[in-house]
Every structure is written in structure tokens, then in C-alpha cells.
């Protein structure tokens, strides 16, 4: 069974920088696509960030220019760099890993960015 462990959120000033780790076990990270989710206070759970097997990338658009995400195959981790971080960034983030259709997610990590 996959497993998905976030950690690296915390609290930073707007304009700050975080990175999100998401460390996956019970399976190869090469062989799962990885997604970064976020939900806010009274918000849906919202898209951030998307990686594929192949290692393309796809970002919402409130967070281009802004967060990159990346994998480390050896170390089964999943990163998400966040940079110029506004209030509006604040959220419980999740990391969601995709195998054979069937999706697994970690318990998320909050972020809050204070102004």
C-alpha cells in the first residue's frame, strides 16, 4: 500500500519561501504520477501542482512563476518549492500520489503565510 508522509510547512511572512517535502512509500516514485493540493478555511480542495512519470510539470495559475515542483526518484520524495509566498497561499497542503488510476494521499502539512 502507497503511503505519503508531508512535512516542511510552517509559518512564514509573505514574500518568504518554504519547501514542501511529500516522502512516499510502498512503491516506486518512478512509476506514480505526484500531485501538490491545497484547501483553505471554507474552500475546495484545489490543484496546486502536477508531475508525471516523464517529469513534466503542469501548475495552477496562481502559483506559476512562483512554485516548482520536482521528484527525486532515488530518495522517493516529492518537492514542492514555494517562493514569493502571499496570505492568499495559506492552506493545509497535501501531497496525492496516482497508481493505476487509484489515488493516495498524505495527511498534509499547513502552511500559513502571515502579511
Known amino acids: 500500500q502507497v503511503q505519503l508522509v508531508e512535512s516542511g510547512g510552517g509559518l512564514v511572512q509573505a514574500g518568504g519561501s518554504l519547501r514542501l517535502s511529500c516522502a512516499v512509500s510502498?512503491?516506486?516514485?518512478?512509476?506514480?504520477?505526484m500531485n501538490w493540493h491545497r484547501q483553505a478555511p471554507g474552500k475546495q480542495r484545489e490543484l496546486v501542482a502536477g508531475?508525471?512519470?516523464?517529469?513534466?510539470?503542469t501548475y495552477a495559475d496562481a502559483v506559476k512563476g512562483r512554485f516548482t515542483i520536482s521528484r527525486d526518484n532515488p530518495k522517493n520524495t516529492v518537492y514542492l518549492q514555494m517562493n514569493s509566498l502571499k496570505p492568499e497561499d495559506t492552506a493545509v497542503y497535501y501531497c496525492?500520489?496516482?497508481?493505476?488510476?487509484?489515488?493516495?494521499w498524505g495527511q498534509g502539512t499547513q502552511v500559513t503565510v502571515s502579511s
Open positions: 508531475i508525471t512519470t516523464g517529469g513534466s510539470t
Open positions: 510502498g512503491s516506486s516514485l518512478s512509476s506514480v504520477i
Open positions: 496525492k500520489a496516482i497508481m493505476r488510476d487509484i489515488p493516495y
